[in-house]
């Protein structure tokens, strides 16, 4: 289980570091194994941070993540990868434009299994290449300019599952693939996920976050705002600024004319705290600060 | 009158050969109508509203015209189509966050612009500041740099500077996939009052998410490897879509108002084809569940009700 407590990110700016900026405050939730959360957020409101951090990317500067108990700042580092994989945004510039694309496997062979065998190795890298649904023979000895956006994204997780992980932080992987495309990926993770993978899935596409999550966590200038059941949170959203994000989707049922606008104050969650509004549902209570429409 | 596009060809010239990005493409967009132009990357909806405004080196007009208001439009003359370039076809770009001097105050760039037109900043200044009221801009941007604008901010700004003269044709292309989504909402609706009230009198709305082109839009066309697949009004392509790439592109595209609980939605298999050398036919035939014989012969697009066109034998 992968549990983030209390995690806060501060980043000192300005010409010496006089200043502090905080980029994600007070962020706690957890992840189980066989568990997809999405974390959803516009620009700027940390997701991405929180992502890094769960990666050990970042720093974490209060709070702590643990792993099975751990805290990710003490584990070996080579170790927690094993466990504990991310696949980012832009699959165009993940890979070495002058390699074969599936370099990226001799690579985790040379660093995590030097002593597999070739045969055993093989069969471990069609199985990935299996769980990933791609044809071995479309991709392998192909150079990435070669091969599809959605080719590409899939073999780093193909890769990332030949590390046997338990952990997988997804981080907007399928907004550079069309729509045709987009949801193959997505039910990829369900596939994986109904395996034992648990996945972070860090989105600011609430459709894709209400089509493959079972948990929500909403994040708004680096507070988590709401945090539930996906079902709980998307039909019924207590924060306001969940009801405005929900009402600002576009949709092919509804049109924005039939939906009444939802107007969002100027929120300070400065000292506000989570508040259980029925069992697994938290809303931050805050204070409104000014009211505008 | 609007704007009438007829049987246009643009290939973009490569090393490789030919890259025929748009093939034989025809349909008409009227007075006060937003036509959302969608499908997915490479299907030449963006070389569409290229073309219409100015072509960049590569590309080469092959074949057909563009009338704009009954006159043609010279889109493969990249000087004479300076005279309609601003004043009665305008684009806002993809990336306003670029499309603005940095090193210019706002204010100082629209009036080098309106110069560049021989046109008097001074004469133009009031209706400037009436179209910032009402985009909700403060006049002091003006004073500001493009640095000191929020990225909503900045598209708007672009949507006032792009619009100023009232032109015939807008093209939007992409405008707000750089947004967020409460951002996206009232730029999109921007862009509808915009048309309401005048300012501009047809709008080509390029994107490739179909939700929210259905929000704004009066006709939707779809584009498929270089070709209309489908053309109809935005309800009737989101809710009796009759081409079967649009089928399957609707259905492929997850709701925030559903639930998924078991139900799985599935993607279209395969890749679009190669525009260096397009199969015959249909385009759309190798990933196609009703492809049959007949689609080795190209489809015409026929109009299977009022104003609805479909390219496809099986419609």
């Known amino acids: 289980m992968l549990k983030l407590d209390a995690v806060a990110k501060i980043y000192k700016v300005g010409a010496f570091g006089g200043r502090t900026l905080t980029a994600v405050d007070d962020v706690g939730f957890e992840i189980r194994s066989g568990e997809v959360v999405s974390l959803i957020g516009e620009s700027g409101s940390g997701k991405s941070t929180v992502g890094r951090m769960v990666l050990g990317l970042t720093a974490v500067t209060r709070g702590s993540i643990t792993y099975d108990g751990a805290d990710i700042a003490t584990l070996p580092r080579k170790a927690y990868y094993r466990s504990v994989q991310g696949v980012f945004q832009d699959p165009f510039s993940c890979y070495n434009p002058v390699f074969k694309a599936d370099r990226v496997f001799r690579m985790i062979k040379e660093e995590y299994f030097p002593r597999v065998a070739a045969p055993e190795w093989d069969a471990k890298i069609e199985e990935s290449l299996d769980d990933v649904r791609l044809n071995p023979a479309q991709?392998?000895?192909?150079?990435?300019?070669?091969?599809?956006?959605?080719?590409?994204?899939?073999?780093?997780?193909?890769?990332?599952?030949?590390?046997?992980?338990?952990?997988?932080?997804?981080?907007?992987?399928?907004?550079?693939?069309?729509?045709?495309?987009?949801?193959?990926?997505?039910?990829?993770?369900?596939d994986l996920k109904s395996r034992g993978l648990g996945v972070l899935f860090v989105t600011h596409d609430l459709s894709l976050g209400n089509y493959v999550s079972e948990r929500t966590v909403v994040m708004h200038r680096g507070h988590v705002v709401e945090m539930g059941l996906t079902d709980k949170v998307f039909t019924d959203p207590r924060h306001p600024y969940t009801a405005k994000l929900l009402s600002s989707v576009p949709q092919l049922t509804t049109k924005w004319d039939d939906t009444p606008a939802v107007p969002l104050d100027i929120l300070d969650y400065g000292a506000a705290a989570l508040v259980e509004v029925e069992p697994g549902h938290l809303v931050r209570q805050e204070q409104s600060l000014r009211s505008v429409n | 009158m609007g704007l009438r596009v007829n049987d246009?060809?643009?290939?973009?010239?490569?090393?490789?050969?030919?890259?025929?990005?748009?093939?034989?493409?025809?349909?008409?967009?009227?007075?006060?109508?937003?036509?959302?132009?969608?499908?997915?990357?490479?299907?030449?909806?963006?070389?569409?509203?290229?073309?219409?405004?100015?072509?960049?080196?590569?590309?080469?007009?092959?074949?057909?015209?563009?009338?704009?208001?009954?006159?043609?439009?010279?889109?493969?003359?990249?000087?004479?189509?300076?005279?309609?370039?601003?004043?009665?076809?305008?684009?806002?770009?993809?990336?306003?966050?670029?499309?603005?001097?940095?090193?210019?105050?706002?204010?100082?760039?629209?009036?080098?612009?309106?110069?560049?037109?021989?046109?008097?900043?001074?004469?133009?200044?009031?209706?400037?500041?009436?179209?910032?009221?009402?985009?909700?801009?403060?006049?002091?941007?003006?004073?500001?740099?493009?640095?000191?604008?929020?990225?909503?901010?900045?598209?708007?700004?672009?949507?006032?500077?792009?619009?100023?003269?009232?032109?015939?044709?807008?093209?939007?292309?992409?405008?707000?996939?750089?947004?967020?989504?409460?951002?996206?909402?009232?730029?999109?609706?921007?862009?509808?009052?915009?048309?309401?009230?005048?300012?501009?009198?047809?709008?080509?709305?390029?994107?490739?998410?179909?939700?929210?082109?259905?929000?704004?839009?009066?006709?939707?066309?779809?584009?498929?490897?270089?070709?209309?697949?489908?053309?109809?009004?935005?309800?009737?392509?989101?809710?009796?879509?009759?081409?079967?790439?649009?089928?399957?592109?609707?259905?492929?595209?997850?709701?925030?108002?559903?639930?998924?609980?078991?139900?799985?939605?599935?993607?279209?298999?395969?890749?679009?084809?190669?525009?260096?050398?397009?199969?015959?036919?249909?385009?759309?035939?190798?990933?196609?569940?009703?492809?049959?014989?007949?689609?080795?012969?190209?489809?015409?697009?026929?109009?299977?009700?009022?104003?609805?066109?479909?390219?496809?034998?099986?419609?």
Request: proline share 5%; net charge neutral.
């Open chain 2, 8 to 315: 246009l060809k643009v290939y973009y010239q490569t090393l490789r050969g030919e890259v025929k990005a748009l093939d034989g493409v025809t349909f008409a967009v009227g007075d006060g109508e937003i036509l959302g132009l969608a499908g997915e990357s490479g299907c030449g909806k963006t070389t569409l509203g290229k073309s219409l405004i100015r072509m960049d080196g590569r590309m080469r007009h092959t074949g057909g015209t563009v009338e704009l208001d009954g006159a043609e439009l010279p889109i493969g003359d990249d000087r004479r189509m300076n005279r309609f370039r601003f004043s009665e076809v305008s684009i806002i770009p993809q990336y306003a966050m670029s499309a603005m001097n940095p090193t210019r105050k706002i204010g100082k760039m629209v009036a080098d612009l309106l110069e560049s037109r021989g046109l008097r900043y001074r004469n133009l200044a009031g209706e400037l500041e009436r179209r910032l009221d009402l985009v909700e801009l403060p006049r002091e941007v003006l004073g500001s740099y493009p640095l000191e604008l929020s990225g909503g901010m900045k598209q708007r700004m672009v949507m006032v500077i792009s619009t100023l003269l009232d032109p015939s044709l807008l093209i939007a292309d992409e405008i707000t996939s750089a947004l967020d989504v409460s951002t996206q909402k009232a730029v999109a609706r921007t862009l509808v009052g915009f048309r309401d009230r005048g300012f501009v009198r047809s709008v080509i709305f390029i994107t490739h998410d179909i939700s929210l082109t259905y929000q704004i839009a009066d006709t939707i066309m779809v584009m498929y490897a270089g070709k209309v697949a489908e053309k109809a009004r935005a309800d009737v392509i989101v809710n009796a879509p009759r081409h079967p790439y649009t089928k399957l592109l609707i259905s492929s595209l997850p709701e925030v108002g559903v639930r998924y609980a078991d139900r799985k939605l599935a993607g279209i298999p395969g890749s679009p084809p190669s525009l260096l050398d397009p199969p015959t036919g249909c385009r759309f035939r190798d990933r196609c569940p009703l492809a049959h014989d007949k689609c080795a012969e190209e489809p015409p697009a026929v109009e299977v009700e009022p104003d609805h066109f479909v390219a496809c034998w099986k419609a």
């Open chain 1, 139 to 190: 991709v392998l000895g192909k150079y990435p300019h070669q091969l599809s956006g959605g080719q590409l994204q899939r073999l780093l997780i193909a890769r990332a599952l030949l590390l046997d992980i338990k952990f997988l932080v997804a981080d907007e992987i399928t907004s550079m693939l069309d729509a045709s495309t987009r949801i193959d990926v997505l039910n990829l993770l369900a």
